[in-house]
T-cell receptor, first 115, second 113 residues
């Protein structure tokens, strides 16, 4: 499976600021996704990062709050804007691997704490 | 839209005992089914998946799951657990053509000696 890295691995931020999370894959992939895992909860899909076009957001998530870039087939960023303590979560990127079956593999996650 | 229900939020089990984690889904179209594991302070790791074919699928670390279409279930089993199996287990489903994953709430498995 693809090797996925995320930066930063964790951060502590002040409310009202923004943080950009990077996701790097070691091979070209067609689809990349961003998920959020709030404390003690399951994962929720934020958006699909589309290469060369605007991301597709799920219900409850908007571009102004979570702008996403995907400049090529191996890299994506998620920005958490104007943060509040409710944004404290683990943010994970995932990639879809078609070879061997349509399966998503996840990065190690970015643990964000907003004070 | 599809949804996933994990019927047990916490499952305590003794070492070398069997374990079964229950997962039910709802969808009006065909789905792909997955089990992921999250060890303490680690990322998500794929345990096994069902895409098509044999309804009994085997995964890593001795886990297996059975897809039951009539009961819309995908229960995970292991005949003998180890302390190292202590983790959070997530069942997930995607519609075959859009690949977006919907996750269950998770089941915390705690293995005791």
């Amino acid at each position: 499976s693809a090797v996925i890295s995320q930066k930063p691995s964790r951060d502590i931020c002040q409310r009202g600021t923004s943080l950009t999370i990077q996701c790097q894959v070691d091979s070209q992939v067609t689809m990349m996704f961003w998920y959020r895992q709030q404390p003690g909860q399951s994962l929720t899909l934020i958006a699909t990062a589309n290469q060369g076009s605007e991301a597709t957001y799920e219900s409850g998530f908007v571009i102004d709050k979570f702008p996403i870039s995907r400049p090529n087939l191996t890299f994506s960023t998620l920005t958490v804007s104007n943060m509040s303590p409710e944004d404290s979560s683990i943010y994970l990127c995932s990639v879809l691997e078609r070879e061997g079956g349509d399966t998503q593999y996840f990065g190690p996650g970015t643990r964000l704490t907003v004070l | 839209a599809q949804s996933v229900t994990q019927l047990d939020s916490q499952v305590p089990v003794f070492e070398e005992a069997p374990v079964e984690l229950r997962c039910n889904y709802s969808s009006s179209v065909s789905v792909y089914l997955f089990w992921y594991v999250q060890y303490p302070n680690q990322g998500l790791q794929l345990l096994l998946k069902y895409l098509s074919g044999s309804t009994l699928v085997k995964g890593i670390n001795g886990f297996e799951a059975e897809f039951n279409k009539s009961q819309t279930s995908f229960h995970l089993r292991k005949p003998s657990v180890h302390i190292s199996d202590t983790a959070e287990y997530f069942c997930a489903v995607s519609i075959s053509f859009d690949y977006k994953l919907s996750f269950g709430a998770g089941t915390t498995v705690t293995v005791r000696a």
